[in-house]
């Protein structure tokens, strides 16, 4: 079945500092999609970035940055220059196709970064 | 924001109980999903309906139902509420629901006394 594994529990860092949030997943999949979710303290779950697997482009939008390697199996997450507001849970996601039509997200457990002023 | 409602934000209710919780999708999604988020598990697929109609179910038990109406909104129903049933309900949304991108709600805190 497929697996997200997130191994870092929980990440605590001063602000300003870079911090990488690590992914790795298990797919038989040869199409698939990963996706980064943020849960702030407030609860909900906010759409951070999608990525299909045939592309392995890195990307970069403001202080984020995901890097994406097929081989490793990887899609790390880097937060430069961390901000307070970045306290929150970080989930990576991996796109189950359940049966033709149908999807599930298959969720990592969850990283907590903590962001000291 | 991402324009997936989901009311009540919380619902405090007692063993044995049966309680409902309700979502409607960002505009034009015809996918909706539920997800139940709990310290042991995680976050787990329940179900997933499709303009109407079950697409897919995961571990959703067989005290757990849903249906999607046909203004598209959802509705999720917990019934014989036990403690352990105590965990934080999303429902997101996608157009399609295949390989798309799921914008969840705000969720709906659930604690089971």
């Known amino acids: 079945a497929q697996k997200v594994t997130q191994a870092q529990t929980e990440i605590s860092v001063v602000e300003k500092e870079d911090v990488t949030l690590d992914c790795v997943y298990e797919?038989?999949?040869?199409?698939?999609?990963l996706f980064w979710y943020k849960q702030p303290p407030s609860g909900e779950l906010v759409f951070l970035i999608r990525?299909?697997?045939?592309?392995?482009q890195n990307e970069i939008s403001g202080r984020y940055s995901w890097n994406f390697q097929k081989s490793t199996s990887s899609f790390n997450f880097t937060i430069t220059a961390s901000q307070v507001v970045d306290s929150a849970v970080y989930f990576c996601?991996?796109?189950?196709?359940?049966?033709?039509?149908?999807?599930?997200?298959?969720f990592g457990q969850g990283t907590r970064l903590t962001i000291n002023p | 924001d991402s324009g997936v409602t989901q009311t009540p934000k919380h619902l405090i209710t007692a063993t044995g109980q049966r309680v409902t919780l309700r979502c409607s999708p960002r505009?034009?999604?015809?996918?909706v999903y539920w997800y139940q988020q709990s310290l042991d598990q995680g976050l787990q697929f329940l179900i997933q309906?499709?303009?109407?109609?079950?697409?897919a179910k995961g571990n959703i038990l067989e005290r757990f139902s849903a249906q999607q109406f046909p203004d598209l909104h959802s509705e999720l129903n917990l019934s014989s509420l036990e403690l352990g049933d105590s965990a934080l309900y999303f429902c997101?949304?996608?157009?399609?629901?295949?390989?798309?991108?799921?914008?969840f709600g705000p969720g709906t805190r659930l604690l089971v006394l």
């Open positions: 797919t038989r999949d040869t199409t698939y999609y």
């Open positions: 990525r299909n697997s045939f592309d392995e």
């Open positions: 505009s034009g999604d015809l996918s």
């Open positions: 997101a949304s996608s157009t399609w629901g295949l390989r798309e991108t799921q914008y």
């Open positions: 309906y499709y303009n109407g109609e079950e697409r």
């Open positions: 996601a991996l796109s189950e196709t359940i049966i033709q039509g149908a999807q599930k997200l298959v």
